[in-house]
Nanobody
Framework: VQLQASGGGVVQAGGSLRLSCTAS????????LAWFRQAPGKEREFVAA???????RYADSVKGRFTISKDSTKATVTLQMNSLEPDDTAAYYC???????????????????WGQGTQVTVSS
C-alpha cells in the first residue's frame, strides 16, 4: 500500500490543523495506522495510533489536543491537531502495519509502510 500525507502548513500557537493520509493501491483493512513526527536534529517520535480494528493510543505530549481517526470507506486516516504549540513543529509522517502489537505501536520499526512527510510549523 502507498500512503500520501497532506494538510501541513504554518499556524500560530493555539491554532489547529488537520492532517490526512490516504492509501493508494489498496485499503486500510487489517492495518494499524499511526502518525509520527520528526523535528530537525531529533529522532522520529510517536504521536498517535489506531491499532486494528480500533483501539487508540496517544503520546502523552498530545493527549487531549490531538485526535486520530480513520475512514475505512475512503482509506483515509486523519490527525486533528488543536491547541498547537511551537514544540509541535515537525515533519509529520503516517505509517501502516499489519503486524504491530499494542505495546509496539510507538516503535517506528513496527511499521512497514510510510507516507512522505508533511511539514507543520507552529509560530509563537
Amino acid at each position: 500500500v502507498q500512503l500520501q500525507a497532506s494538510g501541513g502548513g504554518v499556524v500560530q500557537a493555539g491554532g489547529s490543523l488537520r492532517l490526512s493520509c490516504t492509501a493508494s493501491g489498496g485499503t486500510f483493512n487489517g492495518y494499524s495506522l499511526a502518525w509520527f513526527r520528526q523535528a530537525p536534529g531529533k529522532e522520529r517520535e510517536f504521536v498517535a495510533a489506531i491499532r486494528y480494528p480500533g483501539s487508540l493510543r496517544y503520546a502523552d505530549s498530545v493527549k487531549g489536543r490531538f485526535t486520530i481517526s480513520k475512514d475505512s470507506t475512503k482509506a483515509t486516516v486523519t490527525l486533528q491537531m488543536n491547541s498547537l504549540e511551537p514544540d509541535d513543529t515537525a515533519a509529520y509522517y503516517c505509517a501502516a502495519s499489519r503486524r504491530v502489537i499494542y505495546s509496539q505501536l510507538g516503535v517506528p520499526s513496527s511499521y512497514d509502510y510510510w507516507g512522505q512527510g508533511t511539514q507543520v510549523t507552529v509560530s509563537s
